[in-house]
């Protein structure tokens, strides 16, 4: 009986229809097949400082796993103390977008993959030099070897950009409170979170923030407080594109703190309530900000299960 009042109908099928439950894996691209020895090699890369110019800085140091794979900072650390114009994404269910960084410059994750090490106010490694030293390791080189037995170099700059965008299409949280619910559990929200479910509906917030990640991945105008980032604009030139930024996912957001571009948007309920203004033109009750707060909190998902890896 507990079972079958637990799947009883709520009667907001109508709002629940309208959002996926998060699967297991993202889509995988036809030319970088998911094995476990590139997922083994990306783990590695993802902790390894030494493809930094100083030597200490990894993928890890700003996608911390401790801090919802992000920094909780407002905008990054890098190179030298350097501080960036930008909050930090998660990388976590980085695999469902469909484009990558606050500005979209890259589509999917193996383009995304080389970027940090690169820039110079994150890790500033030449990336040849990057690779030379991962070649000093015999480790490495047979580690490259096993992940991608067909090529005859296999230490190169594209292996090392499908290794880690391997590795990180591994790190989803399914089986959130909101996803069970969305697969019949019932009880797996409590009145409030549906509640905030339905104002987020009503309010228009799916709009933007629809399908598995709960983005749309496409670029919307915002100015938030204190921020004077051109945003996809730097990538375009196209007028129209000025302070345009990515959708970012909602999923895991009660645990990646802070928000927006600039990262001075320090609480959620603050958060909810700059997105009503700015985006549908409207201030909300204190009530719907704390339903819709509510609401969030049940995206947060299983975090994935993984060993850091030994380095060489």
């Not at 401790?66 to 501080?83: K, N």
């Not at 070649?135 to 992940?147: I, L």
């Not at 009750?285 to 909190?297: G, R, Y």
Request: net charge negative; charged share 25%.
């Amino acid at each position: 009986m507990a079972s079958g009042a637990a799947l009883a109908d709520d009667g907001l099928e109508n709002y629940r229809d309208r959002f996926e439950a998060l699967p297991y894996l993202p889509p995988i691209p036809a030319d970088n097949s998911l094995t476990e020895e590139k997922v083994e090699l990306g783990k590695m890369m993802f902790f390894e400082p030494r493809i930094s110019s100083s030597g200490v800085i990894s993928c890890a140091t700003c996608h911390n796993p401790a801090l919802g794979w992000s920094d909780r900072i407002p905008r990054a650390t890098g190179h030298d103390g350097q501080v960036g114009e930008r909050n930090t994404p998660t990388v976590l269910n980085s695999g469902f977008l469909d484009a990558q960084f606050w500005d979209g410059r890259e589509p999917d994750l193996e383009g995304q993959a080389l970027g940090p090490i690169e820039a110079s106010v994150e890790m500033a490694m030449d990336l040849d030099m990057a690779l030379e030293r991962l070649t000093s390791f015999d480790h490495y080189q047979r580690k490259f070897a096993e992940a991608f037995p067909e090529d005859e170099e296999p230490l190169n700059a594209d292996n090392l950009a499908y290794s880690l965008a391997s590795f990180q299409r591994t790190l989803n949280t399914p089986n959130s409170p909101f996803d069970r619910y969305l697969r019949g559990d019932m009880n797996a929200l409590t009145q409030q979170e549906k509640d905030g479910m339905v104002a987020f509906v009503d309010n228009g917030c799916i709009a933007c923030h629809r399908g598995p990640a709960l983005t749309d991945s496409q670029f919307h105008a915002i100015q938030v407080p204190g921020s004077t980032d051109l945003g996809r604009y730097l990538v375009t030139d196209e007028e129209s594109d000025k302070y345009r930024f990515r959708t970012p996912t909602l999923r895991n957001v009660a645990v990646t703190y802070p928000y927006m571009n600039n990262g001075a948007t320090e609480t959620l309920e603050e958060a909810v309530a700059i997105m009503g203004q700015e985006m549908l033109g409207r201030d909300f009750e204190e009530q719907s900000i704390a339903d819709i707060t509510a609401f969030l909190h049940t995206l947060t998902g299983e975090m994935p299960h993984f060993e850091v890896p030994a380095l060489p």
